[in-house]
């Protein structure tokens, strides 16, 4: 079966670095996507990895190996409004989403 | 309007109702979704529509339809509501169905089934 694997809760201090990991299983793989979602509000996209390696993008950076069905999400300069739940969803052969449930973080000053 | 509106924001609805949730976009994407969210669980894709005129059943369609006419709108129907039913759902639009396509998200639309 497919499935998706990333830890219910992390906490981190503002100002540090957190890494969100996650494990994947799917039919086919198109693709690693990560989102942000605050508390009530929808998804945004963060980042897509495909190849192996680490994608930079600011304070966000993402991390893909294929070989391990594994990539992390890496936040650096941790600020108050990071906090939210981080999604991470892998693409099937069917180009379809197969997401996890997501990963609450809490950021605390 | 910008990028995808859902109507309406919340519904309380008695078991056995309809229901059609509304979707439109304005992006002129041609994939649009319907994901329901619970709480533990990660986004379920309900029904897909990868261009307008064809739609396709996702993980869990059952007690669901969809119709996809236009480009722009992707209304979601619940034929006769039940308490399972009770959840976040989410309306969203890529531009193509190839492997880098972002899908971006509606506001939601928080349904309660008494």
């Known amino acids: 079966g497919q499935n998706i694997d990333q830890p219910t809760e992390m906490t981190a201090t503002e100002g540090a670095i957190v890494q969100i990991n996650c494990t994947y299983q799917?039919?086919?793989?198109?693709?690693l996507f990560w989102y942000q979602q605050h508390a009530g509000e929808a998804p945004t996209f963060l980042s897509y990895?495909?190849l192996d390696g680490l994608e930079e993008k600011g304070r966000f950076s993402s991390f893909l190996s294929r070989s391990k069905g594994y990539s992390y999400l890496l936040l650096k300069e941790l600020q108050m409004k990071d906090s939210a739940s981080y999604l991470c969803a892998a693409m099937d052969s069917n180009y379809q989403l197969i997401w996890g449930a997501g990963t609450k973080l809490i950021i605390k000053p | 309007i910008a990028g995808i509106t859902q109507a309406p924001t919340s519904q309380i609805l008695a078991a056995g109702r309809r229901m059609t949730l509304r979707c439109t976009q304005d992006m002129r994407h041609n994939a649009m979704y319907w994901y329901r969210q619970d709480l533990g669980l990660g986004l379920r894709l309900i029904h897909y529509?990868?261009?307008?005129?064809?739609?396709g059943k996702g993980e869990v369609p059952d007690g669901y339809s969809v119709s996809r006419a236009n480009t722009d709108d992707f209304p979601l129907t619940l034929a006769s509501a039940v308490p399972s039913q009770t959840s976040v759902y989410f309306c969203?639009?890529?531009?193509?169905?190839?492997?880098?396509?972002?899908?971006?998200f509606g506001p939601g639309t928080r349904l309660t089934v008494l």
């Open positions: 799917t039919s086919g793989f198109n693709g």
């Open positions: 990895n495909v």
């Open positions: 529509s990868n261009t307008a005129g064809t739609t």
């Open positions: 969203a639009s890529s531009s193509g169905t190839g492997s880098y396509n972002e899908q971006f």
